[in-house]
Each structure stands twice: as C-alpha cells, then as structure tokens.
C-alpha cells in the first residue's frame, strides 16, 4: 500500500459514486482509509483483523469502484462537465467584457450574457 502521501485520493470521489455496491466492511474501511486518512494499523484494530486483511479489503474495494467507474463512467462524466461549463462561464464572461467595452453596449447583449451565466451557475451546483 502506498504511504498515506502517495494514497490516489481518486477513489475518495469514487466512493461516493459507487459505494453502494460495495459490502458494508469494504466501504467502511475505504472510508476510514480515504475519507478520515486512518492508517492500515489503525483500521486494523478497529475491526480485530490484521493489516493484510484491510489492505485486502482496500485492493478488492478499489478494484470494484475502478471496474464500476470504467463500466459506467459517472465521475469521469461529471468532470469533464464541470470543466465545460467552467469554460463556458469564460467565454459568456469574454463576450460580456467585449460588449461592454463598446461605445454604446449592446443591451441584447448584456441580458443574454446574464441568463447564461445564471443558467451556467445553476447547471455547476
């Protein structure tokens, strides 16, 4: 296991995507692992198993979550979404700053520029 520096906190998302399928010990003990940043040792004597069992439990929870995330997608989706409308929101906010500099602003314009955002701002909640 790498050390808790090195963990790929990837799986801290994909948990909440996926932890459901999960069996109650495994999403704890992910949860414990990613979540709360307990170590092997610690998660270990919290449920009297050995550190190979929870690194076990671990390696078995991230391959379900990696296999769930590769058949459907959904955080991978959802961040490329993000990252969209984040570039979106840029180029409505670069129109805007071009119509305003304008002698006389294009007032079509400026309440288009606003429903968008508003829409952009709404759909990144």
């Given at each position: 296991m790498a050390p808790k520096s090195q963990k790929n906190l990837e799986f801290s998302v994909l948990l909440?995507?996926?932890?459901?399928?999960l069996t109650d010990k495994q999403r704890a003990i992910l949860t414990e692992y990613y979540d709360e940043d307990l170590s092997l040792a610690e998660i270990a004597e919290n449920y009297g198993i050995t550190r190979q069992g929870v690194r076990d439990a671990i390696k078995h929870g991230e391959a379900t979550l990696t296999d769930m995330e590769t058949r459907l997608g959904y955080a991978r989706r959802e961040g490329?979404?993000?990252?969209?409308?984040?570039?979106?929101?840029?180029?409505?906010?670069?129109?805007?700053?071009?119509?305003?500099?304008?002698?006389?602003?294009?007032?079509?314009?400026?309440?288009?520029?606003?429903?968008?955002?508003?829409?952009?701002?709404?759909?990144?909640?």
């Open positions: 909440d995507y996926y932890g459901a399928v490329a979404q993000r990252a969209d409308l984040e570039r979106l929101e840029q180029l409505v906010m670069e129109v805007r700053c071009c119509n305003t500099g304008l002698y006389t602003p294009v007032p079509q314009i400026t309440r288009d520029t606003d429903e968008m955002l508003a829409i952009i701002r709404r759909l990144n909640t």
